[in-house]
């Protein structure tokens, strides 16, 4: 980051944003209150944002409050992820129609309008970079992902603040995202005007910059930006000690701590569908009452449900032990193998939205509990 | 012309609502009436066809002596038999009379006892009769029964799955109720097919589709006990429509006090 190319954009002055991206093509899909929690959806203007509004987060838990100021992004990841957006959880692949004695087979239109992802955290961007590996990067490349991500705007969003379930910081993918955006926020509240620290590193994010009013930052702007990011990064609600962690769960195919965690786990799936990264489907095949017609959907699927691993004689995972421990081995191990990256971002999604509050960087912790009281 | 497969619907002890979510199928029913003969339905017509049959559908549970009888006789005449909805799978609301007596509320409720001839415990076809596919729900989802009969005639596994419901609640994009409103919600042990009705209203799962594949009652009876739920009111939670499934048995009797 060049700071001397960093400007400043009050409050007032950022509100023409949204309507810019729109102007330009873009479907803006930001962070909004629904149902009891700030999800992302379409906004039409600033005024969709959650203005004033904070989540609480713990294991098994998360509630809106109110913040004492009108900041439009004091708040951390909530239950969605970008995920959806371009990997759809249910899809069309095909459509089949007899002819006669011929099957004529029709691919759905793969045409998406482009998205603008406002507001996108440094967890979620680097969770994006690894779902572009997933399918993007090998040779067979997913033309429903690919389609979607194509042009994709990113207006990011620095975290100034961690909530309870955050460890970014141990995954060293935020609090500050380093790359994959257009345009970066920096939200500036307390002393002095609510106003943004504007960065942009891309051709088309400077273009929508230039349109902004802005100021040169100061020196107060760049330290009070610091000071933020510095306070996300000190008050991290969740900790995980990665140092050797792809050989810890390899040297933990089996061990007490999976059935231990195995009396909790619900196989609910709500972790798997939450996380950024899981990326795992399955197809459905349908005909219709006639037999002339079929289609195949593609949907999110988990490695928590028995029809996962479901083969000619049954399925291969049927205790839940082995399916947490399947799941986190990948996260956090196998990963690293595959995808030449942890599978784990540090969002604490899987924390949060787990309904009995399992917690992964608890459940590491227990496993070097477990070989600590074996060591000599 | 081929001949149409010959579909039967049969009722045992039930409120005849599963059979309605079939009548209400309005825009399917005229393509399913060319796809199969609908041979034998009561609650539609009382014109029948004899059996054999190449489908029967069933609903309701095994209740009364009478019951047990025709439900062999349905058996032997039905080359393929779906059992549906939790009083056909599960023994239904009417099995609250399995953890209770009889008589005593045959003495409570009709003005005659005597002429009750009733078994001790509502069952589900299943306990009587091999059944080929058990669609879960109350009501069963029409959709889904539309999909059973779809397999059926392309000779293929429906494509219902045996997960929980929390699956179709993410799918949707529905924030969790129990997360975020601390509402308890029975969705993560109940296998899914509403399409998480209740979640996407605000409204914990009542697991009206029953257990899911691997419920983990006890893990989600004692999460709902940390968040101040009454042990009595766990035991009601899970004595409703699919009481007398095994895990929600099971789980129940372990909070009677
Ligand atoms: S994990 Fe880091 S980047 Fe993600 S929301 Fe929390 S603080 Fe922000
Ligand atoms: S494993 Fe959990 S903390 Fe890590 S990226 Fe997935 S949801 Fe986030
Ligand atoms: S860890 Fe939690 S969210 Fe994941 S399957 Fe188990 S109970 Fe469900
Ligand atoms: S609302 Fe209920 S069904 Fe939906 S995810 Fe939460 S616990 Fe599961």
Redo the contacts between chains.
């Keep these: 980051m060049d700071e001397k190319t960093l400007r400043v954009v009050t409050r007032a002055a950022l509100e023409p944003l949204p309507g810019l991206l729109r102007d330009r093509g873009f479907t803006v899909v930001g962070p909004t209150i629904?149902?009891?929690?700030i999800?992302y959806d379409e906004i039409e203007s600033l005024a969709d944002l959650p203005i004033g509004w904070t989540d609480e987060q713990g294991p098994?838990?998360?509630?809106l409050r109110r913040r004492s100021d009108e900041a439009l992004f004091g708040y951390n990841v909530g239950?969605?992820s970008w995920k959806?957006r371009f990997h759809p959880?249910?899809v069309l692949l095909f459509q089949a129609q007899r002819n006669g004695r011929d099957v004529e087979f029709t691919a759905p239109p793969t045409e998406s309008p482009p998205v603008a992802l406002f507001g996108a955290r440094a967890c979620d961007l680097a969770a994006v970079a690894i779902q572009d590996r997933v399918f993007l990067g090998s040779a067979s490349i997913d033309p429903i992902y690919a389609t979607r991500r194509r042009g994709a705007f990113v207006v990011a969003v620095h975290c100034t603040q961690a909530g309870g379930t955050c460890f970014c910081e141990s995954m060293r993918t935020g609090p500050r995202a380093t790359r994959g955006f257009d345009l970066a926020l920096t939200e500036l509240l307390g002393a002095g005007e609510h106003r943004f620290l504007v960065e942009n590193a891309s051709e088309r994010g400077a273009e929508i910059a230039d349109r902004l009013a802005s100021r040169p930052a100061s020196s107060e702007d760049l330290a009070a930006a610091r000071a933020g990011v510095e306070r996300a990064r000190t008050s991290m609600g969740r900790k995980l000690d990665t140092d050797g962690i792809r050989d810890l769960l390899y040297r933990h195919a089996e061990s007490e701590v999976w059935d231990a965690v195995a009396?909790?786990?619900?196989?609910?799936?709500?972790c798997t569908?939450?996380c950024p990264t899981c990326f795992c489907t399955t197809v459905?095949?349908?005909?219709?009452?006639?037999?002339e017609h079929a289609e195949r959907r593609r949907?999110?699927d988990?490695c928590?449900?028995?029809?996962f691993t479901h083969l000619g004689s049954g399925s291969v995972r049927?205790s839940?032990s082995s399916r947490y421990r399947h799941w986190i081995t990948h996260k956090l191990a196998s990963w690293h193998d595959q995808f030449g990256s942890s599978g784990c971002v540090g969002c604490g999604r899987c924390i949060?939205?787990c309904?009995?509050?399992i917690d992964i960087t608890e459940e590491v912790g227990r496993l070097r509990e477990a070989e600590g009281s074996r060591a000599p | 012309m081929p001949r149409l497969p010959k579909l039967a619907v049969w009722k045992f002890t039930s409120c005849d609502g599963c059979q309605l979510s079939l009548l209400d199928c309005e825009d399917?029913l005229l393509?399913?009436a060319?796809?199969v003969r609908i041979a034998h339905f009561l609650e539609a017509s009382s014109a029948q066809t004899r059996g054999p049959y190449d489908l029967s559908l069933v609903e309701g549970s095994i209740t009364t002596p009478a019951d047990r009888e025709r439900i062999q006789h349905v058996r032997r005449i039905s080359r393929r038999l779906v059992t549906i909805g939790a009083c056909a799978t599960a023994g239904g609301i009417q099995a609250l009379r399995n953890f209770a007596d009889v008589e005593e509320f045959a003495r409570a409720v009709y003005a005659s006892p005597e002429i009750i001839s009733t078994l001790e415990r509502s069952t589900a076809i299943g306990d009587h009769v091999p059944v080929d596919f058990e669609l879960r729900g109350c009501p069963v989802d029409k959709a889904q029964l539309?999909?059973v009969?779809?397999?059926f005639?392309?000779g293929?596994p429906p494509?219902v799955?045996?997960?929980?419901v929390?699956?179709e609640c993410?799918?949707?994009?529905?924030?969790?109720v129990?997360?975020?409103?601390?509402t308890p919600?029975l969705?993560?042990?109940t296998h899914a097919g509403c399409g998480a009705l209740c979640p996407r209203y605000?409204r914990g799962c009542y697991g009206c589709f029953g257990p899911m594949?691997?419920p983990?009652t006890?893990?989600?009876a004692a999460?709902w006990e940390r968040r101040g739920v009454p042990r009595r009111d766990v035991l009601r939670v899970l004595r409703t429509f699919n009481a007398a499934a095994e895990p929600f048995r099971r789980e129940s009797e372990r909070h009677v006090d």
């Design positions: 629904r149902e009891a929690a999800v098994g838990g998360y509630r239950p969605h959806g959880s249910d009396h909790r786990c619900l196989s609910c799936t709500n569908m939450v459905e095949d349908v005909s219709d009452l006639s037999r949907l999110w988990s928590f449900t028995l029809g049927t839940t949060t939205w309904p009995v509050g | 399917e393509a399913l060319g796809s539309f999909e009969i779809r397999a005639l392309a293929r494509a799955s045996a997960h929980s929390c699956v993410k799918r949707n994009g529905t924030v969790c129990m997360v975020a409103r601390g919600c969705g993560p042990i605000a594949e691997t983990n006890t893990s989600l999460e």
